[in-house]
């Protein structure tokens, strides 16, 4: 396991190492981290993990999400969603890949109303899919959005696929050191919990800001 007093001044060292080397910009820098994995078999589909981890901060300033979903359900949707797509919007998507591939770029995250998603599925799956950005389902009534929407703008997102390398957007250069790092701890112990062999499974941990070097955090 890792020890938890002496990461997290090793994680709070390597922020500050990161955020010190990367040069001003005229745009905010993302905050990323990298987490390099051994002895991982990655041609056994249980290796190809996919996690989606609760942060204690927000990862960024703005996370946009997109309800796909009809009737009452998309009315209350659209004071709190940045985008509501219905039935007749999804068939549009049907007939141009491009914008459907822009939509998939664009959202960070889909909520979708669950008898629409074999239309869903049908239409938007092979973009969607892809990306692992799948929607969440819920019930066409009764469904409270709010705290839905509210627990995904602090979600990070993360999966194995054909390196052993998990890459997680942790953060923002203008977040506090203290801030980035404990998004950095949640991460790294959900990443253990869900590895065979847990810390013994882990390589390396870099942080880096989007245009600025990596630094290590010694574990």
């Known amino acids: 396991m890792l020890n938890g007093a002496i990461i997290m001044s090793n994680i709070t060292e390597a922020v ?75 068939e549009r998507y049907a007939t141009d890949k491009k914008a459907a591939k822009d939509l998939g770029k664009t959202y960070d995250f889909f909520i979708a109303q669950a008898d629409l ?13 892809v990306s692992g950005k799948m929607p969440q389902v819920v019930p066409p009534t009764g469904a409270d959005l709010e705290p839905i929407i509210g627990r995904l703008q602090n979600v990070c997102k993360m999966r194995l696929r054909q390196n052993p390398v998990f890459f997680a957007k942790i953060g923002t250069k203008d977040m506090t050191n203290e801030d980035i790092s404990e998004n950095i701890e949640s991460v790294l112990k959900a990443v253990e919990e869900k590895l065979e062999k847990g810390r013994d499974n882990i390589r390396s941990i870099y942080v880096k800001t989007t245009m600025g070097p990596p630094v290590k955090i010694e574990i």
């Open 16 to 90: 500050a190492e990161a955020k010190k080397l990367a040069k001003d910009r005229k745009f905010t820098e993302t905050v990323e981290l990298a987490i390099n994995l051994k002895n991982i078999d990655l041609k056994k589909p249980e290796n190809r993990i996919k996690l989606e981890i609760p942060l204690p901060h927000s990862p960024s300033k703005k996370v946009k999400i997109a309800v796909i979903a009809e009737g009452d359900l998309a009315l209350r949707s659209k004071e709190i969603a940045d985008l509501v797509i219905n039935k007749d919007d999804l």
């Open 117 to 129: 998603m074999p239309t869903v599925g049908k239409i938007l799956g092979p973009v969607l899919g």
